[in-house]
Each structure stands twice: as structure tokens, then as C-alpha cells.
């Protein structure tokens, strides 16, 4: 069975918001049209996430203290913040790839905005049906609890080997195979992802840009979903910090797009983060970590990197 503090009307909110959320984004984009992203607008949109992503905490921990007291508020309300943060942070590892993506298919940063906001959408589709997934197999069978920490530790153990080491996207076998039997044009259409031309379709360099995006939020939400199943297993509180951190993804990519050389250390990180997160899942049964403290080892190995990334600047 699985245990959350939610009742239906909570989750429908919650779906209600997601979807005027969604909405709204596509509105503005399709308002202002397609435009190169300041950084002011960029940190203005940021700023509002965030600002939703604590408002909703704190609205959590209203509701909880009513209906439930003061200790099990604390506890859902950290454990939202813990979720939110990890997801956060590891989601920081998208953007780098997103950099790679658009620099090595040239996508115009007009055209950017739009293939962030439909990769947003699929993001969001993906981990609503990968968390419901993962909350019933871990009531189900609880031993995989374990296999999910096995997996991040491993994982956080793979990031550092290669942390330096920048994948080489035309090895990709998934780019390679639509190359081979999709007709692709050779330049970009006024941000559309396929055009009929003499009665044939024919798929833009956009298309595969938007395809690639999907399939790096698959690999990523593998690693962030069972992290955060690590912190709680309320279903709600899982969906909840994972979802609004993804809908601030856009807007932290257009912010951190120029800082990212900057940051050059943070993927160590994230990959301490996956190790501790990992090694905290399979000492479950012999060690218990309170939820805040993992809050706090997440944050101080975060800050940690970027301090260092800023101490000790990326060779040119």
C-alpha cells in the first residue's frame, strides 16, 4: 500500500497548477514570439519558480500542520525542500548538456526557448508516469530500495571518472539511426519541427535537437527519481519537488547559459551527491540520516564545488 499525506483534491490541484503553468509559458512564448532570452527575463522567470516552488512548501506545511500537527508538517516540508534541492542541482547537470546540444546543431537562441519548452512538457509527461511507476514497485517489492542504491552509488562513482570528459554527441546511436532514415533539411525553418515540401515530410535539425533533449531528461531522470524516492516515499511529495523543479528547468538554463565554464567543478558535485544519496539507501537498515541532515550534506557539497569552480577558474 502505498502512504501519502495527499487526498484526491490535493492531487488535482496540483494537476490543475502544472497545466496553467504550462500554459502560461507557451502563452508568453507565443506572445513575444521567438526571441533570444536576457538574462534579466531569464532571472526574473527563475525567480518566480523558485518563489512558487516555496510558496507551495509553505502552503504543504500549513496543510499538514492542520490536518495532521506540527512534527509531521516539519517533517513533509523538509522532505519537499530536500527533494526539491537534489532534483535542482542534478537537473544543473541537463543544462550542460543542453549547452553542448545547441552549440553543436548551432540551434539560433531564438529557436532555444521553444525546444526548452517542449522538452519541459515531455520532461514533465516522463516523470509523472516514471514516479507513479516507482512508488508502486517500491510498495510492491521495498527490497528495490536497495537496487536504487546501488544504482546512484554506482552512478556517482561513473560521474567522477569522467566529469572532465565531454560525451561526443555524433557517436550518439539514436542520432545516427534518424540521420540514416529520416530526411532532415539542412537548415532550421522559422522553429518548426517537420515541413511538407513537394508532397514529402521532411523533419528540421530542431526535430532531432527536441529528441535529443527527451532522451537526455530519460537518462537523467533515471539518476534523479530514485534519489529522491531516497528522502521519502510519499508519492506526493516525490512528484511534487520533482515537477516544479523541472518547470523551472527553462528559465535556469537561459540564467546559467553564460556562467556555465564557471561552474566547472559543480559536476563533482553532483557526483558526491549520487554517492552519498546511494551509500544513504543501502545503509537505510543500520543507519538512520535524518532528513535535514541530508538536506544540509546535499547543500554543502553543492556549495562546496561551486566555491572551489570559483576559487580555482577552468583553464582556457
Known amino acids: 500500500m502505498i502512504e501519502t499525506i495527499a487526498t484526491p483534491a490535493l492531487w488535482a490541484g496540483f494537476a490543475v497548477f502544472v497545466v496553467v503553468a504550462i500554459a502560461i509559458d507557451l502563452l508568453a512564448l507565443e506572445r513575444k514570439g521567438a526571441h533570444a532570452v536576457g538574462v534579466r527575463e531569464a532571472l526574473l522567470w527563475s525567480l518566480l519558480w523558485v518563489g512558487l516552488s516555496l510558496a507551495f512548501c509553505g502552503l504543504l506545511w500549513y496543510w499538514v500542520d492542520m490536518q495532521a500537527g506540527r512534527e509531521i508538517a516539519d517533517q513533509k516540508a523538509t522532505e519537499f525542500l530536500t527533494g526539491y534541492v537534489i532534483e535542482k542541482s542534478l537537473s544543473v547537470d541537463n543544462i550542460f548538456v543542453f549547452l553542448m546540444l545547441f552549440g553543436a546543431f548551432a540551434v539560433p537562441p531564438q529557436m532555444q526557448k521553444r525546444a526548452l519548452i517542449i522538452g519541459v512538457i515531455g520532461a514533465v509527461i516522463l516523470r509523472v508516469l516514471m514516479i507513479l511507476l516507482g512508488a508502486w514497485l517500491l510498495a510492491k517489492f521495498s527490497w528495490l530500495l536497495y537496487v536504487f542504491g546501488a544504482f546512484l552509488l554506482f552512478t556517482g562513482m561513473k560521474m567522477l571518472l569522467v566529469a ?21 533539411t539542412k537548415n532550421y525553418v522559422d522553429g518548426h519541427l517537420t515541413v511538407i515540401r513537394d508532397g514529402k515530410r521532411w523533419f528540421t535539425p530542431l526535430f532531432l535537437v527536441v529528441t535529443l533533449i527527451g532522451i537526455t531528461d530519460v537518462i537523467f531522470a533515471v539518476d534523479s527519481i530514485p534519489a529522491i524516492f531516497a528522502i521519502t516515499t510519499d508519492p506526493f511529495i516525490v512528484m511534487t519537488s520533482n515537477i516544479f523543479a523541472v518547470l523551472g528547468l527553462r528559465a535556469l538554463y537561459f540564467l546559467l547559459a553564460d556562467m556555465a565554464e564557471r561552474f566547472h567543478l559543480l559536476r563533482f558535485g553532483l557526483a558526491f551527491v549520487l554517492t552519498f544519496i546511494g551509500s544513504k539507501m543501502l545503509i537505510v537498515d543500520f543507519v538512520h540520516i535524518p532528513v535535514g541532515a541530508s538536506l544540509a550534506v546535499v547543500g554543502s557539497l553543492l556549495a562546496t564545488s561551486i566555491i572551489a569552480s570559483l576559487v580555482r577558474p577552468a583553464k582556457k
Open 164 to 184: 572532465e570528459h565531454e560525451p561526443d554527441i555524433e557517436k550518439n546511436p539514436i542520432l545516427h539511426w534518424m540521420r540514416g532514415h529520416l530526411s532532415i
